[in-house]
């Protein structure tokens, strides 16, 4: 599987950003689906994920109810819809692509490039 994420940018607190995570290969409602983020100096961590078919998600608490994923088997599509955003929400943004829902990061096999997000308060 290989991802690609994008839809980054630089937006205002409490603005909005959508990101996309666009995979290939015919089996991905095979995959649990994550988003995950790495600020500078920091661990990488989890902040929201999907399992394959789309009807369990799970949040990390820093974004519940900001944040939103979903995901579109047809189109072999994630994505992470970013609502209310903080300063503290600035890093790098990665999905990520593993065989069960879980949070740690070395659960997942396959991971998209990243996208930055940067949050000016």
């Known amino acids: 599987v290989q991802l690609q994420a994008s839809g980054g940018g630089l937006v205002q607190a409490g603005g909005s950003l959508r990101l996309s995570c666009a995979a290939s290969?015919?089996?991905?409602?095979?995959?649990?689906m994550g988003w995950f983020r790495q600020a500078p100096g920091k661990e990488r961590e989890f902040v929201a994920g999907?399992?394959?078919?789309?009807?369990?998600?799970y949040y990390a608490d820093s974004v519940k109810g900001r944040f939103t994923i979903s995901r579109d088997n047809a189109k072999n599509t994630v994505s992470l819809q970013m609502n209310g955003l903080k300063p503290e929400d600035t890093a790098v943004y990665y999905c990520?692509?593993?065989?069960?829902?879980?949070?740690?990061?070395?659960?997942?096999?396959?991971w998209g490039q990243g996208t930055q997000v940067t949050v000016s308060s």
């Open positions: 290969g015919r089996t991905f409602s095979m995959y649990a």
């Open positions: 990520a692509a593993g065989p069960r829902l879980v949070t740690p990061v070395p659960m997942y096999d396959y």
């Open positions: 999907i399992n394959g078919n789309g009807d369990y998600t």
